[in-house]
């Protein structure tokens, strides 16, 4: 038996039209799963879709704000529609807003907190309908680096992970009951869009390199080996856990 076989499993990859989410969308497929590709950006979450179906994957791309409830039940109902089930959830929508606590605005404040954590907990709740009425499920949480260590600027977003950290935990609690492993990846510093603004900045990006044991800036790919011992039979007894993916930043 292949433990990190996917096949037959239904996965949700939310904020998969770029970046993290579509390389875990992407290895997902590749491991088996049909896959829901959703984004707020249909074009992006389309895009993501065709590049696995031209892989010879299956996948649906879906449209959804991870803040609206409204917009998370009909994600879920399309993919229960579309593949019959939810086996697989990856809480991976988020976006980052910098700036001193001081200078910070309410709206970007709100912003952050309601993609990274409520988007989490929306998503959560729906699925969650699903999987503790068939009594299996994963759950896959992208918290961050930020949720164990500060950095100056980063207060939203910061809270955000570390609430999204504590809160894998008591879902983990709440659901081990009906067999439903909910845990969580922590990447640190990846070469994506969202980092955009570091990787230009030529100082900041090499003091970040400096501290990275590694020595070097993780690539999207490199979240998927995780991503897929997470949604997998490998991990059957493993949950309310955090996974640090950092280079061994946190090990200095």
């Not at 994963?138 to 950095?151: G, R």
Request: one cysteine or more; a neutral charge.
């Amino acid at each position: 038996m292949n433990m990190f076989s996917l096949d037959n499993k239904v996965a949700i990859v939310t904020g998969a039209g770029r970046g993290l989410g579509a390389a875990m969308a992407k290895g997902l497929a590749k491991a088996g799963a049909s896959v829901v590709v959703a984004d707020i950006d249909l074009q992006a979450a389309t895009a993501t879709a065709d590049l696995i179906k031209e892989a010879g994957g299956q996948a649906h791309p879906v449209g959804v704000d991870v803040g609206s409830a409204d917009s998370v039940k009909a994600m879920v109902d399309t993919t229960v529609n579309t593949f019959g089930t939810v086996d697989i959830l990856v809480n991976n929508a988020g976006i980052q807003r910098r700036n001193p606590c001081i200078e910070m605005s309410e709206k970007d404040w709100d912003a952050v907190i309601r993609v990274n954590l409520k988007g989490t907990f929306l998503c959560s709740r729906e699925v969650g309908k699903i999987m503790v009425a068939k009594k299996s499920g994963k759950v896959i949480n992208i918290a961050s680096l930020l949720a164990t260590v500060a950095q100056p600027n980063r207060g939203p977003y910061a809270s955000s992970k570390g609430a999204v950290a504590q809160f894998t935990k008591v879902l983990a609690l709440e659901w081990a009951p009906y067999n439903i492993n909910v845990n969580a990846i922590a990447p640190g510093y990846v070469a994506t869009e969202l980092n955009t603004k570091l990787i230009e900045d030529k100082q900041a990006y090499d003091e970040i390199t400096a501290r990275i044991p590694m020595g070097r800036w993780a690539d999207a790919e490199e979240m998927i080996g995780a991503v897929i011992f997470l949604a997998s039979d490998a991990s059957s007894y493993m949950t309310g856990q955090l996974v640090n993916i950092d280079g061994g930043y946190l090990c200095l």
